[in-house]
């Protein structure tokens, strides 16, 4: 009995020294992993002498926490998690994201619940705004949408020349092809109700599938489905080899797609970080930050995604 | 804070209303849920009786296992579902994924567990006596298993309930294989999750408080069925 009792003790010993020895490899994987992605911003102060004054605008704000209410493309596209080093090893401190749609994103900075908006739906950012919900907007950076669709093309949009986009959706549902749609109020759901609007048309009918989801799924529908979607070209270029979806339209009237970035007034709540928020928009529209915007997916997708355009 | 009061509010009106599309939600979602704890009932009480009243060998096991199931992920049967039903799995030409069919697919493997577990439970406490009352009145099969149903009904009715509770306030599963699709997939879960993430918090509330609502009566009414006295 005494035996068997040590012989198990022995054995969860053995047990918990194998857990340790993982749980230390998993550790070490994840800090060996950690610098690359931080390398890229961490060199480019050392590089460049002319960055000084505009990192010195910046305060230290050490142990302080920022919430970033923005939308899935600017997460899913990795774009964030290649320029928010940056921020945070400039100004100690830790940004948290949350990335939803465009609607509630700014829902979120209407209930306070956030300290500072990226999102583009601009007509809805200047009512924001307007309505005193937000401080300022500031212009960051477009890329624009794209419509994407089946390499067998049903609807024939290929090659095909259009006045603006909205007709090029229309063929879609004139052609009897399917189109899937966000459906959940983001930025790209009212771009793709004006680009219908443009085309004069309301689309209904099994042919238009209504989804409720984010960018990254609705693709993944649309790829099963056989589908046509509108999306943002950053998120499609970055799920691209998991798809076989093709660009089938692109570069037509009414696809670019400018993003801002707004405080949300402090006057809110008293939770609201305003320094951390508006230190933010100071750095996102710095010449610094504006290059690294300007570079991310060139170096994996033989293009940027994200073209700045601050002033 | 008032957007909390503000929220239940416009829940109440949005139900009074009679908006057609969270009634088509509701409907599908009870539609779903019912047919899933329908099918894995069939399942769950048959083969839940039958390992109970046998012995085998590795029984103790078995059981351990089955009561593992019971507590099965949603979003991990999703997964599996959706990649066997995704146009590139293995049954990708069935066409099925994003249909509710895929749903009850989904939910039927989510939920066999839990009623054949419960079933099983019961029976390893009390179906050798029941076996042997119906030895004793000299039946068959059949007629043995008609009085499994009659002594343990109300169990079993509790094992539908539990299954059919677990199926209709599951959001993992039927996200992913379901796809919330407007007017053809979305149902009362998959509404209240989006319509969070839209911001649009009285379509959630009002749409929370039919789920709890369904599932209320859906116990009251089983157990007062099963004649239950508490």
Known sequence: MKMKFCSISKKSINTMLLTMLLLSLVLFGAGCSQPAPAEAPAETPAETPAETPAESTLPSLEGQTLILSTTTSTQDSGLLDFILPDFETKTGAEVKVVAVGSGAAIQMGVDGEADVLLVHAKADEEKFVADGHGLQRFSVMYNDFVVVGPSADPAALKGASFANAGEALKQIMDKGASFVSRGDDSGTHKKENSLWKLADMTPSGDQYVSAGKGMGDVLQMADELQAYTLTDRATYLSMKDNLELEIVTEGLDGLLNPYGVIAVNPDKNAQINAEAAQAFIDWIVSDEAQKLIGEYGVEKFGAPLFFPDAE | ?230
């Open chain 2, 1 to 230: 804070m008032d957007y909390i009061a503000d929220g239940f509010k416009q829940a109440f009106n949005l139900l009074i209303s009679m908006d057609s599309e969270v009634y088509s939600v509701i409907g599908l979602s009870l539609v779903v849920s019912t047919l899933s704890a329908l099918i894995a009932g069939l399942f769950g009480t048959v083969l839940g009786i039958y390992t109970g009243l046998k012995a085998f060998r590795g029984k103790r096991l078995y059981a351990r296992i089955l009561y593992t199931m019971m507590g099965l992920p949603p979003v991990v049967v999703g997964l599996l579902v959706a990649i066997l039903l995704s146009r590139r799995g293995p049954m990708g030409s069935l066409e099925l994924i994003f249909t509710p069919t895929a749903m009850v697919i989904a939910q039927v493997i989510l939920v066999t567990p839990i009623v054949t577990g419960i079933v099983f439970n019961v029976t390893v406490k009390r179906g050798r006596e029941v076996y042997e009352l119906g030895k004793t009145l000299g039946g068959g099969h059949v007629a043995i298993l008609g009085l499994f149903l009659k002594e343990l009904k109300a169990e079993l009715m509790a094992a539908f309930v539990t299954g059919f509770g677990r199926a209709v306030s599951e959001v993992g599963a039927v996200m992913i294989v379901g796809g919330n699709i407007q007017g053809h997939t979305r149902v009362m879960t998959t509404y209240i999750a989006m319509n969070n993430s839209m911001g649009n918090y009285a379509k959630s509330i009002a749409m929370a408080i039919v789920l709890l609502s369904l599932s209320f009566l859906a116990n009251a009414f089983v157990y007062h069925a099963a004649g239950e006295e508490i």
